[in-house]
Antibody, heavy 120, light 107 residues
Framework: QVQLVESGGGVVQPGRSLRLSCAAS????????MHWVRQAPGKGLQWVAV????????SYADSVKGRFSISRDNSKDTLYLQMNSLRPEDTAVYYC?????????????WGQGTLVTVSS | DIQMTQSPSTLSASVGDRVTITCRAS??????LAWYQQKPGKAPKVLIY???SLESGVPSRFSGSGSGTEFTLSISSLQPDDFATYYC?????????FGQGTKVEVK
């Protein structure tokens, strides 16, 4: 069965960096687009970024563009999110999610999420 | 960016009720719409994709309809397991956007 396990969350000061990882199993990771979606405490869902299965295209939400970078290592079945210049408003649970196809959607599986808290 | 607006924000209902949630897009998204269910402390779960296609394993009491800018999610007979928050999401174009959510609560 499909499993997505996020790691790397924690408490970080504003302006610092953090890298999230997502270990995938139960499907052919290299054949699917992958996403990050976040949810601030008590708030709704916000799509963050996508990477196509061949790493030929990426896209970002305006709120993270230029600060966050999505990448993948198909040899390790792992997705990453490099988060730089973190702000308090980046505080959220970050979900790794599998695309139904190559990044054109929809999302069909989600991880359980990892909490990132940006605070001094 | 395409704005997604759900209504109502909160819906009070009883077991056995028929429930309808509406989602409106700020511009046409054809049928590129999904519905997700989320329970407290859990990841979302896809219910409907391409506006009206039922995800495998999802009970048939859930149904979706609409195209263009107006969409609905219906639950024909609300069950105890259905009390949750529901989100619509467009995947017509990036950046993908979600509705603000509709919480279905016990009346």
């Amino acid at each position: 069965q499909v499993q997505l396990v996020e790691s790397g969350g924690g408490v970080v000061q504003p302006g610092r960096s953090l890298r999230l990882s997502c270990a995938a199993s139960g499907f052919t990771f290299s054949s699917f687009g992958m996403h990050w979606v976040r949810q601030a405490p008590g708030k709704g869902l916000q799509w963050v970024a996508v990477i196509s299965y061949l790493r030929r295209s990426e896209s970002y939400a305006d709120s993270v563009k230029g600060r966050f970078s999505i990448s993948r290592d198909n040899s390790k079945d792992t997705l990453y999110l490099q988060m730089n210049s973190l702000r308090p408003e980046d505080t959220a649970v970050y979900y790794c999610a599998k695309d139904w196809s190559d990044g054109r959607g929809p999302i069909d599986y989600w991880g359980q999420g990892t909490l990132v808290t940006v605070s001094s | 960016d395409i704005q997604m607006t759900q209504s109502p924000s909160t819906l009070s209902a009883s077991v056995g009720d028929r429930v309808t949630i509406t989602c409106r897009a700020s511009q046409s998204i054809s049928s590129w719409l999904a519905w997700y269910q989320q329970k407290p402390g859990k990841a979302p779960k896809v219910l409907i994709y391409k506006a009206s296609s039922l995800e495998s394993g999802v009970p048939s009491r859930f149904s979706g309809s609409g195209s263009g800018t107006e969409f609905t999610l219906s639950i024909s007979s609300l069950q105890p397991d259905d009390f949750a928050t529901y989100y619509c999401q467009q995947y017509n174009s990036y950046p993908w956007t979600f509705g603000q959510g509709t919480k279905v609560e016990v009346k």
